[in-house]
């Protein structure tokens, strides 16, 4: 059973950095695409950036420049460094993992909100402050 968990959220003022980790348990699979999204208050869910088992990349506009995603692959464990955050990078990031070779990252960020294919976990909250 694969279990997908998330943390490092928490609360900065504009400017600011911080870390989310995503540690997944139970990889069953060697081929993976892995991505976090994000959900603020009233609006739908979008995604940020994706990684492949292979190490290609994909992020939204929104964040290029400022958010890098990474992955440890002896810990079983994503991260997403974001950096120069602003206000309207509050909401409630979550991590996902999708196996299968039909996947690559930028079909991963292009899931729809009612998409939810794969394993999700239930999310950090990560509010910036003006």
């Known amino acids: 059973q694969v279990q997908v968990a998330e943390f490092g959220g928490g609360s900065v003022q504009t400017g600011g950095s911080l870390r989310l980790s995503c540690v997944v348990s139970g990889h069953t699979y060697s081929s993976y695409n892995m991505a976090w999204f994000r959900q603020a208050p009233g609006k739908e869910r979008e995604g940020v950036a994706a990684i492949d088992s292979d190490g290609s990349t994909d992020y939204r506009d929104f964040v290029k420049g400022r958010f890098t995603i990474s992955e440890d692959k002896a810990k079983n464990t994503l991260y997403l460094h974001m950096t120069n955050l602003k206000p309207e990078a509050t909401a409630m990031y979550c991590c996902?993992?999708?196996?299968?070779?039909?996947?690559?990252?930028?079909?991963?960020?292009?899931?729809?909100?009612?998409?939810?294919?794969?394993?999700w976990g239930q999310g950090t909250q990560v509010t910036v402050s003006s």
């Open positions: 996902a993992v999708l196996y299968g070779g039909s996947w690559f990252p930028g079909s991963v960020l292009a899931l729809k909100p009612f998409q939810n294919p794969g394993y």
